[in-house]
């Protein structure tokens, strides 16, 4: 593992009487390419604010490469911003805003055009250089502005949910771009989004929060099979989220029926969540389930059907599945021991 | 037909409110000082407008303290607004409300409050006191014509520059400044045109044979009609016309640059709400 | 540094608005005496003698004329330039504007050719063999010189209000079975009330303060509060008075921006309504 570039002890936030960050502990190591996701309001521009330096921790110390930087301005920070709807400088054509960072450092002419020219070549916009930014679509604004931030070589790029303003089809586009360009230049990313499906697509580590604190730290895959917590489980995708017992070590029971299961280390009869991924639930005969009830709505999305599944017990389950059954079938839900994810009972907040 | 009606309704309003100005352009033609009667076409007044000498030196002191209050103003209302754009809770508040104050207030009261500082404050009154008096009613339309741009403004736009590298003067300077170009000009012909027009403010703060071209018109005007002031209503009339033109054709391109496209009418009947707030 | 700026305005605003306040507020509640000056609200007494009420009663009756005249002309005009007669709105509403941008005096002197004894309007007349019409010099001509000045304050504020109003809700209305007539009275003029109310109080209070407009156009026999408060200062030299008279004004604003902002509620984002 490569050596910890930016490292957040303990860090704290707090706007008049509302608490933005509560206490947060992260390291963000070379080349890694770390998204930050939650619900608006959960913290995670804050976060990224703090370590571009537009903001001042309440409590707690940023470290960078080893040294406290609480307190440098932002233009003594090796660390640039791609901000949210890009604040491109609309009074100066598209090289200029590009140039502006090293015309700031006073680079000569030469310099500052030979950057440029390499950077446009980088964002595939070449031949923009006179344009008018308001005249660019809005990709190619997005290009600008990370151009803007990557032509003065940072140590680290921070992007504050830099797709969020592009169609569909344009920020799947950007995301490859962007997750080739980090690999490519080899230095750190720091990606703010809301959006769960682009974390899991683009990073390296994951950190989910919300309310001002960190929920779970973690490579996708882990976040998406392992969620620490019913709040993760929900955020990652669509679940099945019920109340459950604990019986025992491996035994669960939910929804009027024992389960095997493959979790241990709880108390006896613990209150717990049990969160059943929709794709995990297999339709099969009624009389050879444990689980079964009716169908009662279904929606063609496509790849799969989605369907509602009113269980004896009076719970509704989400099943994603390529089958479909009309409404008012009687069917079964099968599932497998692994399938079933316990969680511990979040005290709520 | 109702469409017929209502249209020929507006076309009557503007009738009104045309008809004295073309009274007025029309008879500085007329080489006859009786109105009634048409006497001929004639540049006579014209030429006499231009060898009166009140009238000329009246002219020069508009001009200069036009220029130099539009100026100052421009300086001092556009570092408020920036001011008032990052300051919030109560001193936002009260300096809003300071600001609307010579706009709400009756000319009158802001002229005779401006006479009785400076007469205590044993100012002479003359130049310098036209200039301040003018420079204060100014302010608060150069304010109100840039505050809006500073909110249109990306919120983020101040720290890019923090982040490119830029000291806080600097990202003032280079980046704020120009984005917020176009309202401060507005703000600057703003204060401009209200200091050509203004008479009640200028009446009472200036002194000792300085005279602006309203207080000269005034003057004149009350010793009854005189041709001369038709044949300045006319040039004047022209001027105006040429410089709202030319505002609204640079509102018309900026328009067509992308942004704001659809606020644009939004946006001049503003500026037209700024100008109307102090008549 | 963005703090910094403010400094300059701040300083500037002190010395040449509020202190010049202070100042008129200061001469209306005192009065002069041997050794300096004394408390007293003898300035605002004054204002209670019967000529001085005189004027107040002739002032406010011009301009409440004048209000409800702007109001009467103002509105249809305001609401066909809303709606869709016209299909460049720009242009009428610039048209609409460009002579408020001519030289206060010069365009209430213009009425001074058109009224006057061998005016435009008599010679027309006299033409048609018709008796001449002495307007010029009276309240008449007062009232029209504040209607011609003062009509785009009512139109504009309106204009402004009448085009923001969703379409969709006066075709709702009319969705719900609501005629033209009470369309009008049941959803667009009651949502266009703040727009009335600023347009009301942006012409009655310039028709109230002027002292122009009485001068030239009434010949100066029709004193008003604003030619009360001119005299004070410039020929009789009674600054208490004239601040007391100064003061009563301000009150009268601020009462009628209280109201505005009762009828307005929220938003106060638009320029200066």
């Known amino acids: 593992m490569s050596e910890i570039i930016v490292d957040l002890k303990s860090v704290s936030k707090v706007y008049d009487e509302t608490v933005a960050l509560d206490g947060i502990d992260l390291y963000i190591r070379k080349n890694e390419f770390v998204t930050l996701l939650g619900p608006s309001g959960c913290g995670k521009t804050t976060t990224l604010r703090l370590i571009g330096g537009f903001e001042q921790p309440s409590g707690g110390t940023i470290l960078f490469e080893g040294r406290d930087i609480t307190g440098i301005p932002p233009y003594k920070r090796r660390v640039n911003t791609v901000f949210q709807r890009y604040a491109l400088f609309s009074h100066l054509d598209v090289f200029e805003n590009i140039a502006f960072g090293l015309r700031i450092k006073k680079l000569s002419e030469k310099a500052i055009k030979d950057k440029v020219k390499k950077m446009l070549e980088q964002v595939n916009l070449e031949g923009f250089e006179k344009r008018d930014v308001n005249s660019l679509s809005g990709g190619q604004q997005q290009r600008v502005a990370i151009a803007r931030a990557l032509v003065n070589e940072p140590e680290v790029l921070l992007l504050d949910e830099p797709l969020a303003a592009l169609d569909l089809k344009l920020r799947r586009e950007m995301q490859h771009e962007l997750k080739s360009m980090q690999k490519q230049l080899g230095i750190t990313f720091v990606f703010v989004t809301h959006d769960q499906e682009e974390a899991l697509s683009m990073s390296d580590t994951v950190v989910v929060m919300q309310d001002g604190r960190i929920q779970q730290i973690g490579t996708p895959v882990d976040i998406y099979n392992e969620p620490t917590n019913a709040f993760v489980a929900d955020f990652i995708g669509e679940s099945n989220i019920v109340d459950g017992i604990m019986r025992k070590d491996y035994l669960v029971d939910f929804s009027g029926s024992s389960f095997d299961c493959v979790d241990f280390g709880f108390a006896k009869d613990e209150a717990v969540d049990v969160v059943i991924r929709p794709e995990d639930l297999v339709l099969i005969p009624a009389e050879k389930a444990r689980l079964s009830g009716t169908v009662s709505s279904v929606n063609f999305l496509g790849v799969h059907y989605e369907m509602l599944v009113e269980s004896d017990d009076g719970t509704s389950w989400l099943v994603h599945s390529t089958l479909m059954e009309p409404v008012g079938t009687r069917v079964g839900l099968g599932l497998e021991p692994m399938d079933i994810h316990i969680m511990k009972k979040v005290s709520s907040r | 037909m109702v469409r017929f009606l209502k249209r020929s309704y507006v076309y009557l309003v503007f009738a009104f409110l045309y008809m004295p100005i073309a009274v007025l352009m029309v008879y500085s033609f007329n080489d006859s000082r009786s109105r009634g009667v048409w006497g001929g076409f004639t540049l006579r007044w014209y030429v006499e407008l231009f060898q009166d000498r009140t009238i000329m030196s009246s002219l020069y002191s508009t001009l200069f303290i036009g220029v130099t209050s539009a100026i100052i103003a421009t300086i001092i209302g556009t570092l408020a607004a920036i001011g008032i754009h990052n300051s919030r809770g109560i001193q936002k508040k009260l300096i809003m409300n300071v600001t609307y104050l010579p706009v709400l207030n009756p000319e009158i009261v802001t002229a005779i409050s401006l006479m009785i500082l400076f007469v205590f404050a044993r100012v002479r009154l003359g130049y310098l006191t036209l200039l301040l008096a003018h420079i204060t009613f100014n302010i608060p339309y150069v304010i109100l014509s840039v505050l809006p741009k500073l909110r249109q403004l990306n919120k983020h736009l101040y720290e890019a520059a923090l982040d490119l590298g830029c000291t806080q003067p600097q990202a003032l300077w280079k980046v704020i400044i120009p984005e917020i170009m176009p309202g401060i000009i507005t703000g600057l012909l703003l204060a401009f045109t209200l200091s050509i027009d203004d008479f009640v403010i200028s009446f009472f703060t200036t002194g000792s044979g300085i005279n602006t071209l309203s207080i000269t018109i005034y003057s004149m005007a009350r010793r009854g009609i005189n041709p001369k002031i038709n044949a300045l209503s006319t040039i004047m009339f022209t001027f105006v016309l040429l410089l709202l033109i030319i505002v609204n054709v640079r509102q018309a391109r900026e328009e067509k640059k992308g942004r704001n496209g659809k606020h644009g009418s939004k946006k001049q009947i503003d500026s037209f709400d700024a100008r109307f707030g102090g008549a | ?273």
């Open chain 3, 1 to 273: 540094m963005k703090r910094f700026s403010l400094f300059p305005y701040v300083i500037w605003m002190t010395l040449f608005i509020v202190v010049p306040m202070f100042l008129v507020l200061y001469y209306a509640f005192t009065i002069p005496t041997e050794t300096g000056a004394t408390w007293s609200l003898e300035n605002f007494g004054r204002f209670f003698e019967p000529i001085y009420l005189r004027v107040l009663g002739r002032s406010l009756r011009l301009a409440v004329i004048s209000t409800v005249i702007c109001l009467i002309l103002g509105y249809p005009a305001a609401m066909v330039m809303a709606g869709n007669a016209f299909t460049r709105k720009n242009v009428i509403l610039l048209l609409f504007v460009v002579p408020m941008w001519m030289n206060f005096l010069l365009r209430t002197y213009a009425w001074l050719t058109i009224l006057e004894r061998n005016g435009v309007i008599n010679v027309l007349l006299a033409n048609l063999s018709l008796p001449r019409l002495n307007i010029l010099y009276t309240e008449a001509a007062v009232v029209l010189g504040m209607v011609y000045n003062f009509l785009p304050f009512m139109v504009l504020p309106i204009y402004s209000v009448l085009s923001k109003i969703d379409k969709g809700v006066v075709e709702a209305a009319g969705d719900l079975g609501a005629n033209a007539f009470r369309v009008f009275t049941k959803v667009v003029f009651p949502l266009s009330l703040p727009g009335v109310v600023s347009g009301v109080t942006m012409v009655f209070m310039p028709a109230l303060t002027t002292f122009v407009i009485s001068r030239l156009l009434g010949g100066g026999q029709f004193t008003l509060i604003g030619n009360l408060i001119e005299q004070q200062f410039l020929v009789v030299g009674d600054w208490g008075f004239g601040s007391a008279i100064s003061v009563v004004m301000i009150v009268f604003i601020l009462l009628s921006m209280a109201i505005m902002s009762f009828f307005e509620g929220e938003e106060k984002d638009v320029a200066l309504w």
